[in-house]
């Protein structure tokens, strides 16, 4: 059997929402303990040569009243499109006093001035989450970020220390010797240097990339397939429900493949590929055929 994978339920749009939430209850906090020594600005990512990037910026202009105050993305004035949202969202219009759109808030009611705040990044300024802000103090406390702790590491197994492969001779030499531990014998490569193992009813291939920056694991499930359409819709609901492996289809064959990345090289990496491969390979392929119409490779 296939394992699940574990994103098939993600609700994008709730995790979105949820994150926004999160966002607005931190800036309240924040803005409900502001004071005036320094203002707090929060802006939109974008490319580093952009002098004046779109967001906004909080200051307390008296005591226990904080004022926020929109960057535009016109060199740091709203464009004609975000003026309208900017009015529509409810923000006050540009004086001479203060030449920017702006929203004033008693400290302690901040969490309206906060919500705004949230309102406009997203529809005003398109900030899908807020993972793409940059406060520029406190952002531990606005994105949630942790200190992280170093664990003191275990010593690591022969099959987990990483090895540096030079080159592809090199690679295809690590893996003959974990392979020969394996198996108990020297591997068998064809005339290309793919390896070819037995799993059950179906081969397993191993192939390194000629920059050894990757070995490609891969097995021919079914032979001689009958219907491309069928099969398409077959091997996207496996590649969608499979968490190791990607189906495809290559003329009348149907192929599963998993790759590991080399550089470094880790045997463990290359003995737990080899298994869900082996297991996919050796479980799935029967009931493809019958699906399918076509035959295994034993």
């Known amino acids: 059997m296939t394992e699940m994978a574990d994103y098939r339920d993600f609700d994008f749009d709730a995790t979105q929402r949820h994150a926004w939430e999160e966002f607005t209850l931190r800036l309240d906090e924040v803005l409900s303990v502001m004071d005036a020594t320094a203002d707090l600005t929060i802006s939109a990512a974008g490319p580093d040569d952009i002098p004046t990037r779109p967001g906004l910026r909080f200051s307390m202009v008296r005591p ?16 004609a499109a975000e003026a309208e949202q900017l009015r529509a969202l409810g923000w006050e219009e540009p004086t001479d006093a203060a030449p920017q759109f702006h929203a004033e808030a008693d400290q302690e009611a901040s ?4 919500a705004l705040a949230s309102a406009t990044l997203t529809s005003v300024f398109g900030v899908l989450h807020p993972v793409f802000l940059h406060p520029d103090q406190l952002a531990e406390i606005l994105q949630g970020e ?3 702790t170093p664990l003191t590491p275990r010593k690591l197994s022969r099959e987990e220390t990483a090895v540096m492969p030079g080159s592809r001779p090199e690679l295809d030499s690590l893996v003959d010797d974990e392979l020969r531990r394996v198996f108990g014998h020297p591997p068998l490569r064809n005339e290309v240097g793919d390896v ?8 397993v291939f ?11 694991l891969f097995s ?18 496996l590649n969608v429900e499979t968490r190791f492996g990607r189906f495809a289809l290559h003329r009348d064959r149907v192929f599963v493949q998993l ?3 080399a550089q470094p090289f880790v045997p463990a990496h290359l003995h737990q590929a080899l298994a869900h491969l082996s297991q996919i390979a050796d479980g799935i392929d029967d009931d493809l055929a019958t699906k399918l119409g076509g035959r295994t490779t034993f």
């Open 146 to 148: 942790a200190a992280w």
């Open 111 to 114: 969490s309206g001035l906060a």
């Open 196 to 203: 070819a193992i037995r799993v059950g009813s179906t081969m």
């Open 220 to 237: 021919a499930l079914v032979h001689d397939v009958e219907g491309r359409s069928r099969a398409c819709e077959v091997l996207n609901d």
């Open 64 to 79: 226990g009243s904080i004022t926020a105050f929109v960057t535009g993305s016109d060199a740091g004035r709203a464009t």
């Open 259 to 261: 790759t590991v990345p």
């Open 206 to 216: 191993l192939r390194s990339t000629t920059d050894a920056a990757e070995l490609l």
